[in-house]
């Protein structure tokens, strides 16, 4: 049975976690980054489909051309983290159900309906993103999220070889820099937004 985690820990989750504009100039190593990984990768998805496909923004030229693809603020974002993820997802993910979902036949349940595919890689890419953001967090990580992106630019630039993987977000990584965020943004109590049916 599940226990409730510590106060502190809940704040570094929740309560205290924002997200940041910009780093400290401390690098994140790439155990780190498969640290992240092999904590995300328990978080559920439907039918296990897993179909987040990360790229780990680490190079100067691949946050450069990266950023290059951004608009606003966000390229300087970019190009100062010391690490960018691009968060994708492969719309046809239904090919690897056999071995992650070997429980039933899945793949079945997707092959031919591209719609279906489309809507479930959107919305499982998400949920496996939001875990990124968590296992982060919980690694001792800051993390930026973000749209504000050419999602095409995007997907030639890094999915080239993969024309079935599609960009849903990026997110900076690092030692977050508390020089480069505002007050926190209002949270609403449980009543505004919620009710009991």
């Not at 992240?36 to 489909?49: R, V, Y």
């Not at 300087?76 to 036949?105: N, S």
């Not at 997907?155 to 024309?163: E, G, L, R, V």
């Amino acid at each position: 049975m599940s226990q409730s985690l510590s106060d502190a820990a809940l704040d570094q989750l929740f309560r205290t976690a924002r997200s940041y504009n910009g780093y400290l100039d401390k690098p994140v190593s790439e155990e780190q980054l498969h640290r992240i990984w092999d904590l995300m990768k328990f978080g559920p998805t439907s039918a296990n489909q897993m179909p987040a496909r990360l790229v780990w923004c680490v190079s100067d030229q691949a946050k450069e051309t990266l950023a290059a693809l951004a608009g606003g603020t966000n390229p300087d974002k970019i190009r100062t983290a010391p690490v960018t993820v691009i968060i994708g997802m492969d719309l046809d993910f239904h090919e690897q159900l056999p071995w992650l979902f070997p429980h039933a036949d899945a793949k079945s349940w997707f092959a031919g309906n591209e719609a279906l595919r489309e809507v479930s890689a959107m919305r499982n890419s998400t949920l496996q993103g939001a875990y990124f953001l968590m296992a982060a967090r919980a690694v001792g990580l800051d993390t930026g999220p973000m749209s504000g992106f050419d999602n095409a630019a995007v997907d030639a630039a890094f999915f080239a070889d993969t024309p079935r993987v599609k960009s849903n977000f990026i997110s900076t990584l690092g030692y977050g820099d508390p020089a480069t965020i505002f007050e926190r943004s209002p949270r609403p109590d449980f009543a505004t937004f919620n009710r009991i049916a």
